[in-house]
């Protein structure tokens, strides 16, 4: 390449082009001057450099690479050689830099050229991590496999784990095997169906459709080859990458009273959950209803549940988004909320205090419930009638959502003022006129306001006048 004859400024312009950090070094490796193109490393201190030997620059490890370098730079012959360095910065972090080393003249000057190696660094940090990351969830699945496989085969049930598309088992317990009367013959990798007789083989491929189709536990009867009596056989899906696996379990008939009392308890749940005196609506993670019972309906004036599916809830709440967003980022954080007091519209127009509670469902899906119960009768005994007035700040804090915050700032100031009112006539033995100098007010408005706490009685007020 022939670039002619450069002048010094254009060869200290290319070189700051073309490198990231760039060190003139006298012979004995000491460096008279510095040029760097990236404000970071300006920001790094490296301009504090000029006047130490590049050597002191750079960590202990590094310090022999220094060297060899400065060596090798004063044979013209040997090839250019890059090598790694690491600088030891005040902050307490290494720079590394690569570095190849050029002869600049017959004084035994050199120039060192550099490219600065973070963003590598960084990249390598993170390869390292993710690397042990992937071994700690690796050893983690071995653990959980240990497990399965220690649960799978100590169990007293025969378990077929069965491939929801092609029908083939892929695993078996020694439970399983044993209703095989040949042990020669395997479980898995055989069509499920071959492993019952033949008369049986259509009820237990529609077994497995249904519990497909409805996602729940299935069951039926049914015999195994070669077994001399029946089995109960139940079935329940579930979903892995590969797509849906059933759950095959095989129990001598007459033991099914456990899921029958499972399927009892669920029903009566769910009857429970429908005739509850108190609301209840379930909503997906956008707050959209899903499903609610017969008083929230009664509660809200709807006949249906269609006019409340796929609605968002929040429609229903009198604020609106501002409640809606308090409760979601309670369950978000918290997964359940208690006691949350507002209040509810409803066809007509009208409102209705209430308190809402809620909790986020353990499903695979996320899925909230909210139960909630009409306070309006409770809220209309509590609320103070016109000219009363709060007497704690507990009772303040029950307002919050009922009333708004214009009026409970009242309360709070009626209530400020009777508490200091009943301190001073305590303080003054009841000495109206000492109290009313103490809480520097005249004897008439001190009078006014006992008439309106209803701690004196009219004629009392009136012989002042």
Not at 376 to 384: C, G, L, Q, W
Request: proline letters at 2%; hydrophobic letters at 45%; glycine letters at 6%.
């Amino acid at each position: 390449m022939k670039l002619g004859n450069l002048t010094e400024d254009a060869f200290a312009r290319l070189v700051r082009a073309a490198f990231d950090i760039a060190l003139v070094l006298d012979k004995e490796g000491v460096i008279e001057d510095i040029s760097v193109r990236k404000a970071e490393l300006l920001a790094l201190g490296c301009q504090s450099w000029i006047g130490l030997s590049w050597a002191s620059t750079v960590t202990s490890e590094s310090r022999v690479k220094v060297q060899e370098m400065l060596l090798a730079a004063q044979n013209v012959e040997e090839e250019l050689r890059w090598r790694h360095v690491n600088h030891g910065m005040d902050k307490g972090v290494d720079l590394p830099v690569q570095y190849a080393v050029l002869k600049l003249g017959d004084d035994g000057r050199v120039l060192a050229l550099g490219r600065d190696m973070e963003a590598i660094a960084v990249l390598q940090r993170r390869l390292i991590e993710t690397q042990q990351s992937i071994e700690r969830d690796y050893l983690r699945l071995r653990h959980i496999e240990t497990k399965y496989r220690i649960l799978f085969e100590t169990g007293n049930e025969a378990v077929l784990l069965v491939d929801g598309l092609s029908f083939r088992v892929l695993d078996a317990n020694s439970s399983a095997q044993a209703f095989v009367k040949d042990s020669h013959k395997k479980l898995v990798g055989r069509d499920v169906t071959d492993c019952f007789e033949a008369a049986y083989r259509e009820e237990i491929q529609s077994l497995l459709r249904m519990a497909h189709a409805t996602g729940r536990i299935e069951m039926c009867r049914a015999r195994f080859v070669g077994a001399s009596g029946d089995c109960t056989v139940s079935a329940s899906v579930f979903r892995q990458e590969s797509g849906p696996h059933f759950l095959m379990r095989l129990l001598p008939h007459g033991m099914v009273a456990r899921p029958t009392l499972a399927a009892d308890q669920q029903l009566l749940f769910s009857e429970a959950l429908e005739h509850s005196p108190d609301g209840f609506v379930s909503t997906d993670r956008a707050g959209v209803i899903k499903s609610a019972n017969a008083e929230l309906m009664t509660m809200l004036g709807v006949t249906a549940l269609s006019q409340l599916y796929g609605q968002p809830l929040e429609n229903w709440l009198v604020r609106g988004g501002v409640d809606w967003g308090v409760l979601l980022t309670n369950l978000r954080s918290q997964t359940v909320v208690k006691d949350f007091a507002t209040e509810l519209r409803v066809m007509a127009g009208s409102t209705i205090a209430v308190e809402i509670s809620a909790l986020t469902l353990n499903t695979d899906q996320a899925y909230y419930a909210f139960y909630i119960r009409d306070v309006e009768r409770i809220r209309v005994k509590e609320t103070p009638v016109s000219g009363g007035m709060v007497s704690s700040v507990a009772e303040l804090s029950k307002l919050v959502g009922r009333m708004p915050m214009r009026d409970i700032v009242g309360e709070t100031v009626d209530m400020i003022e009777k508490m200091c009112i009943q301190s001073a006539l305590e303080l003054t033995r009841n000495n109206r006129a000492s109290a009313a100098e103490m809480l520097g007010l005249s004897r008439q408005s001190l009078y006014v306001k006992l008439r309106r706490f209803e701690m004196v009685s009219d004629m009392e007020v009136s012989s002042i006048h």
